[in-house]
């Protein structure tokens, strides 16, 4: 049996809880790093697409997960971000640093607009709010053609830093070491987010409001700032986007793509960080896997196996056996499975046994 005994209270801030874990994230860091020496030009493709999903994840993980907003509209804060970042590019010439910083900081300005009229509703009623302006987004996308290409859309310029082109289909490589690096920045923004006073009270306003300004915290204030912290980190993933998939238009950032967000998150585990992480391999590795057995079934039987709507079944149950089974989500499972193994021979049957997490104010809102 092994315990982590804690003698101050900076220990419960660390960025690291123990050395073990900073070694094992530098391994799992120095991997990720080598992996374009070792997959092949589509593979790697798949891996970058993956840490786009990550930080989207990680932007609405933010919102929902540790301040318990529910959002259905990311979509519009992808769009958002692709959009600013490539019109910043192409029309005002500002290098890709440049645009790409400012494209967060406007869709964070966005959020926070958005958030003043919204964060009044309160669970199902804000996500039907949000997912209203995912849907209006597309129109607005549509109506704005002199700016955004109406349904033609835009083509994101090419990256260059520091005298070398970056792009998806050119240089695959280099666009991997972008994303991953940007995926490494703002995970380290975000542990560090929630080990200050802010980080603090977005997860008490998740637990309790009415005991969240009992103790002096600005609700609105606070989540106002949720929102726009978690629109800026969806923007960037936005820009990250329109450049790998070079071309994009309103098709792009439907409604769906908010559902799948908010999938993800679920699945991979509300309230951490490694579950955006968890979720995004899935929501990466699913189609892929369907395409894989598609492609073997139509070699073994012949002619052609199409399932229409097969990827949003899949997607749909994998979330109902979740909730049911495993609330928590993947990495939840993995914690138990940990700490059964840290604790044994002492761990118990019921150690993880579900209980209601709400107040008896609260249990009617």
């Known amino acids: 049996m092994r315990t982590a005994l804690k003698t101050s209270y900076v220990q419960d801030i660390r960025l690291f809880p123990d050395v073990r874990r900073a070694l094992r994230y530098a391994v799992l860091l120095a991997l990720a790093a080598a992996l374009p020496l070792l997959l092949d ?6 891996a970058t697409n993956v840490l786009i999903w990550a930080i989207a994840g990680m932007g609405l993980m933010l919102l929902t997960g540790h301040a318990g907003q529910a959002s259905l509209g990311h979509a519009a804060f992808l769009a958002v971000g692709c959009y600013a970042n490539a019109i910043l590019m192409e029309r005002a010439g500002l290098p890709f640093a440049a645009s790409f910083l400012a494209a967060g900081v406007i869709t964070g300005l966005v959020g926070v607009l958005v958030a003043v009229p919204a964060l009044r509703l309160h669970g199902i009623y804000l996500a039907i709010a949000t997912l209203a302006l995912s849907i ?4 607005i996308i549509v109506l704005a053609e002199p700016w955004t290409g109406g349904v033609i859309g835009l083509v994101a310029p090419d990256i260059t830093i ?5 792009d998806r289909y050119g240089s695959p490589g280099l666009f991997y070491w972008l994303c991953l690096a940007v995926a490494l920045i703002v995970t380290l923004g975000y542990r560090n987010v929630l080990r200050t006073p802010l980080g603090r009270a977005f997860v008490a306003i998740r637990d309790s409001e009415i005991s969240a300004q009992a103790m002096g915290i600005n609700v609105a204030m606070t989540k106002a700032l949720a929102f726009g912290l978690s629109c800026m980190v969806t923007g960037w993933a936005g820009a990250l986007m329109g450049h790998f998939f070079y071309t994009f238009n309103h098709e792009v950032f439907t409604v769906i793509i908010s559902i799948q967000l908010l999938v993800m998150i679920v699945i991979g585990g509300l309230g951490s960080i490694q579950g955006a992480y968890w979720g995004a391999l899935v929501v990466g590795v699913i189609p892929q896997a369907i395409n894989i057995a598609r492609d073997g079934a139509q070699a073994a039987f012949g002619g052609s196996v199409l399932i229409p709507g097969i990827e949003t079944g899949i997607f749909m149950t994998l979330l109902i056996v979740f909730i049911l089974f495993e ?15 840290e604790l044994f021979p002492l761990c118990r049957r019921d150690m993880f046994r579900r209980q209601k997490s709400f107040l008896k104010t609260e249990r009617m809102r």
């Open 162 to 166: 520091a005298g070398a082109e970056v």
């Open 327 to 341: 609330p928590r989500g993947i990495h939840g499972r993995i914690e138990k499975w940990r700490i059964y193994v």
């Open 136 to 139: 209006l987004t597309e129109d």
């Open 41 to 46: 030009d589509f593979l790697l493709g798949e």
